[in-house]
Structure formats: C-alpha cells, structure tokens
C-alpha cells in the first residue's frame, strides 16, 4: 500500500495549546442495562473492559453541538484565548444535530467566533486523528493560525436498547473534546507523520441504514433496524487488531522511531482486548497507553481527544514529548497522526 507522509521543509511549526470536554451527565451503567435487554455487567466488562457510559438528553436539546461548543469553550479557556482569535473551527463528527448546518457552523455562531472557516468532517471514529492531520496542514501552509479542532458524537440515539440491539448498545457513548492548535515559529512542533485510510468494501460490517435500500445484504432487513447502528462485531474486531497495530507499526516506520521513541498512544477507545492486543505486540507500558473505556465506552470521535485531556488535566502531557492519536471506525477508516509537542 502507498505511504502518504511527513512534510517537505515547512515553513512554521503546529503547537497544542489546549484541551477541553464536556460529557453529558446522564449515565447509563451496565447494570442499567441489565434491566432492558439480555445482558450483564460481568460479560460486557469481560469482553470490552465497560463499566458505564454516558448518554446525551436529545430529547431535551443536548445536541451533538451542545456538547462540541462545551468542549471547544473549556479548551479556549484553558489556553486563555478568546473566541475571535480562532480562524478555523474543524469538527469530527458522524452525528450532526441535522444535516445543514453544519455543528462546527452552530458552535461558530454559540462562541461568537464571527465569520470563520467552519467544516465538518465525518470519518466516524477516525474523524478526529483524520481531522488533526488536515488541521496541521492547513496551519502549515500559512492559510490559518489558531485552529479549534473538536470530536463530537451523540451516538446513543442511534442505539437500540433490547436484547435485538444489544451487540452495538453495549458499546457505545456520548462525548465531545476539543484542541485548540496555534501555528509556531518553531518548525519542530506538530505533526511528524501521519495515515489515513479507508476501505468502503468493509462498510457493510458497520452502518447505519435509512431504509431497506441502505441493507448491503437484503436478506437481513428488518425494520427494527432503521436508523440504529448495525454491526457485525467479530468482523469490526478482526479489522479493529490487524489494522491497529498495522498503523502504528507503518507510523513509527515513517517517522523512523520506535515505540520507546513515544510518550503517548492516545487511541481511540473501542474495546479494551483491542488496545491490549497492540500493548503486548509493541511492548508498550500500560502507563503509556491510558484506557478510559471502562467510564465512556466507545464515543465515536470524541473519544482519542478525550484520552488526551485526561492526561493533559493530569499533568501527563509535557512540551517536549511525542504522542501518536490513533483510532479506527465505521467506513471502515484507520489512521494514525504522530505529533513532537
Ligand atoms: N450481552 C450478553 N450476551 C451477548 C451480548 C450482550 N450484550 N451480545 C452478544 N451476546 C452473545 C451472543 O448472542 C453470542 O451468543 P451465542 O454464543 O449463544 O450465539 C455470544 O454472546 C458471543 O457473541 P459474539 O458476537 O461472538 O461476542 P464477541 O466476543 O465477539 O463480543 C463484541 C461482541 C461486540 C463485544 C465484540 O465483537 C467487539 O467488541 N467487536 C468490535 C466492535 C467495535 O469495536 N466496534 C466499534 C468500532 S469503532
């Protein structure tokens, strides 16, 4: 396969100036779930490391964007800049509160960042490590200098919470983080290799269909499954571990280093037999690959950077150190962003 990678001589350096989340503050244990469908709290934490997750009141307005706007305004206020100093606002996301306007429109307008560039992009769960790697190349180029980078998703709507649904419901959660990211002087700083990939043949193990139409195979239509999440959770899994440690091993490779070379593997948290299957293959310290699913399940795009401001809020994350985003997801998309901060 192609390798796509690091820059030619750039002029001017990326750095991360902050980090923000907002998580809705309804939780849905797996005890919870106990009590709709045919399930337990011991087997979802044995096979996916889940002990709750959080669920967003769509019903009651808590929007894809409410939490994206929550998120990028802690980062701002973390890296004390105010809301006018943004040029361009860059939102992951698969959930869109609708489908015009946009959310990175709708937190434009909320924070008051005036006529920005505002774009969405759907990678499902790669959205924000794809979304990382278009930020740093836009600051590079000269065209934007302070970049409000956000994964935000409200996946539970999309959940059917029976026995019928349970494979996907277990999983997943809602979430917004957000990084604000300013142009440097320093050409060091910012993203030293990057991938980004899909594979549309896989999309079939993964979806969510509108109507009958949407069923790659039509045999397996039925109407209860409109508008929820469809998976095909051994196929995700088997992609899930060979691609996984299939980009880092390519990242690393590019940027000519080691796994030692890296401070932090901030990946994006589906399952955490996943994320210990690459640990071991690399012989990576548990202390350099933190796993939060057991609190958030699997949110979507929210979920690398929410990796990332729990280590920056707990003063983990150094100037100076190396930290590789990685995620996998629907599509099927896989990529990697490996940045010197
Ligand atoms: N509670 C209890 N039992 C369940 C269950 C649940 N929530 N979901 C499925 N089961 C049952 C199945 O019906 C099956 O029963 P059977 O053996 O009697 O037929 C059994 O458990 C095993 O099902 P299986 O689908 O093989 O389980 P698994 O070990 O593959 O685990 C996942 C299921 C979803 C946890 C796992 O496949 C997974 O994590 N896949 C990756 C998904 C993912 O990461 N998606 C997002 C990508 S971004």
Redesign the pocket.
């Known amino acids: 396969m192609m390798s796509v990678n690091t820059h030619h001589a750039p002029r001017r350096g990326v750095r991360v100036v902050a980090s923000g989340k907002c998580l809705p503050e309804t939780r849905l244990t797996n005890h919870d779930?106990e009590s709709c469908?045919?399930?337990?709290h011991e087997?979802?934490l044995k096979?996916?490391g889940i002990t709750e997750r959080r669920r967003a009141r769509w019903d009651e307005g808590e929007k894809t964007s409410t939490l994206a706007t929550n998120a990028l305004r802690a980062a701002m206020q973390n890296a004390n800049i105010a809301p006018d100093q943004l040029d361009l606002l860059l939102v992951a996301t698969m959930t869109p509160d609708t489908p015009t306007p946009s959310v990175s429109c709708i937190v434009s307008r909320e924070l008051g960042c005036g006529n920005i560039a505002a774009i969405d992009i759907n990678a499902?769960?790669s959205g924000f490590i794809y979304t990382m790697n278009l930020a740093d190349a836009m600051a590079r180029t000269g065209m934007y200098n302070t970049i409000g980078v956000i994964g935000a998703d409200c996946i539970t709507q999309f959940i059917d919470y029976s026995t019928y649904g349970?494979?996907?419901?277990?999983?997943?959660g809602d979430a917004a983080a957000a990084i604000v990211l300013q142009a440097s002087d320093d050409i060091e700083l910012g993203m030293i290799a990057q991938r980004m990939h899909s594979e549309g043949e896989g999309s079939k193990h993964?979806f969510i269909p509108s109507q009958q139409i949407d069923f790659p195979d039509q045999e397996d239509y039925d109407e209860r499954k409109l508008k929820k999440v469809q998976?095909n959770?051994?196929a995700?899994?088997k992609f899930?571990v060979s691609k996984f440690q299939e980009v880092i091993e390519n990242t690393l490779n590019d940027a000519g280093l080691t796994a030692d070379d890296v401070d932090h593997f901030i990946c994006?948290q589906?399952?955490s037999?996943?994320l210990e299957a690459a640990r071991e293959r690399f012989g990576i310290p548990e202390e350099k690959l933190l796993v939060n699913i057991h609190k958030y399940g699997?949110t979507?795009a929210a979920s690398a950077p929410l990796v990332f401001d729990e280590l920056r809020e707990a003063g983990r994350i150094q100037p100076g150190q190396r930290v590789m985003f990685l995620?996998?997801?629907?599509g099927l998309t896989w990529g990697s962003s490996l940045w010197q901060l």
């Open positions: 779930l469908m045919e399930t337990s087997w979802i096979r996916t499902a769960c349970r494979g996907a419901a277990i999983l997943f993964l998976m959770g051994q995700v899994f899930a994006h589906a399952n037999r996943i699997n979507v995620a996998f997801g629907a």
